[in-house]
């Protein structure tokens, strides 16, 4: 019997999915945890991951290629990108 009642209340709580105008209604908006949980999955995690540990906004691209503004010849191609965080960067010729 015991796996039974156990079974029901997997059930119900699987059935009962809290919508987005419930979280908002029960927020606590004195709890900082609270009004991140009314943010997409994706901004969760980076709220997460930035408690944890210092992210890193470089970009790095391994085989990096462009053309011209005509696509008939290339300006780079499968070179590496690297583009570090708060610098400016600069692509200037002929062609650009």
Known sequence: MAGVAQQEAQTTLLDKTVSWDEKFAS????????????FPDYIQEQQKNARNKKLNNNVNIEYFSMKTPYGDRFLLKDTKLILEAKKRQCLFGENC
């Open 27 to 38: 927020c606590n908006w004195a709890s900082k945890d609270d009004i991140i949980g009314l």
